[in-house]
């Protein structure tokens, strides 16, 4: 017996033209996104280290190469104005690590707060969320004075430990947004857990965390890339150029003896970029999944 594929109804000319226009605006739009990341490649690739050519002549990694390599090395140019601290690495090794601690402990700190507000039950659980979104509504800023004066008086600045604490917030927005995705588990596995003999914390533990591992791995993401933005604090409170992260470092870097060669900052721009990617890549899944569970109920 022959088996007769049923045929696709042709397109109308309108529907034809709504296609073609939806794919080149499409295109349109993802050229104007990663123009500027050509551009950055462009000036990096460039062996005058200036830039201003959309398709380097003669282009080169040694921008790549003397980032990688400074300082202390024969590379740097000139060698007399070395990077400050380890150099690239050590800020890249910095900030690699400091957003890996934060990460953890955010995702730690966030998930029992959004389990405690999801499924016990005690006095201010009901306006507990509000206030922290009323603290955090107020500018970062505003809490400068303190949080600078606290790192001092315990003779935590200039320190790894006073690094880690000025990214250690609670956020009111992922508790509220794991909070939700809680809300919307039975409360049948609990009450399991309950007969199996298991305490809130193994409940916690054994039950309900692994069922929000997506949510959990968003907010790593998330918290792991602080440290790559953040600029302020950390300046204000680390002047040891061994501490320094990658955007501090690259500020001084702009701000000194390096701030014509702009292919070496494009060079660093880009490196800096590789470790944030591959971790999307591989966390993409789990980023669509996350943010979508976590919308599905509040």
Same mark, same amino acid.
């Given at each position: 017996m022959s088996v007769v594929a049923a045929r696709r109804p042709a397109m109308r000319t309108d529907e034809r033209i709504q296609l073609w226009v939806s794919r080149i605006m499409v295109w349109i739009l993802i050229l104007i996104v990663f123009f500027p990341v050509w551009g950055v490649l462009a000036v990096a690739l460039s062996p005058s280290g200036i830039g201003g050519e959309l398709i380097p002549q003669n282009p080169t990694i040694d921008n790549f190469l003397d980032v990688v390599t400074c300082p202390g090395a024969d590379r740097c140019v000139p060698p007399a104005?070395?990077?400050p601290g380890g150099g690239f690495k050590q800020?890249? &090794?910095?900030?690699?690590?400091? &957003?890996?601690? #934060?990460?953890?402990?955010?995702v730690f700190m966030t998930a029992l707060a959004a389990y405690a507000f999801s499924r016990l039950r005690f006095w201010g659980r009901r306006w507990g969320i509000a206030v922290l979104f009323l603290i955090q509504s107020f500018p970062a800023f505003m809490a400068t004075p303190a949080i600078f004066m606290s790192l001092v008086y315990l003779g935590l600045n200039d320190t790894i430990v006073g690094l880690l604490l000025i990214h250690l917030t609670a956020s009111a927005f992922w508790i509220w947004m794991l909070k939700g995705f809680l809300d919307g588990l039975p409360r049948e596995l609990d009450e399991a857990a309950s007969v199996d003999g298991a305490n809130s914390w193994q409940a916690f533990r054994h039950v309900i965390l692994p069922l929000a591992l997506p949510m959990l791995a968003v907010l790593f993401l998330f918290n792991f890339m602080s440290p790559f933005n953040e600029y302020f604090m950390t300046s204000l409170v680390n002047k040891d150029p061994q501490l320094y992260t990658v955007p501090v470092g690259m500020y001084i870097f702009v701000r000194g003896n390096f701030s014509s060669r702009y292919g070496f900052f494009a060079a660093a721009t880009l490196l800096t970029a590789i470790p944030l990617v591959l971790i999307w890549a591989? &966390?993409?899944?789990? #980023?669509q999944a996350g943010l979508t569970r976590g919308a599905v109920k509040g």
């Open positions: 104005t070395a990077l800020w890249l &090794g910095t900030t690699m690590l400091i &957003g890996a601690i #934060v990460a953890s402990i955010q591989f &966390g993409q899944r789990f #980023v």
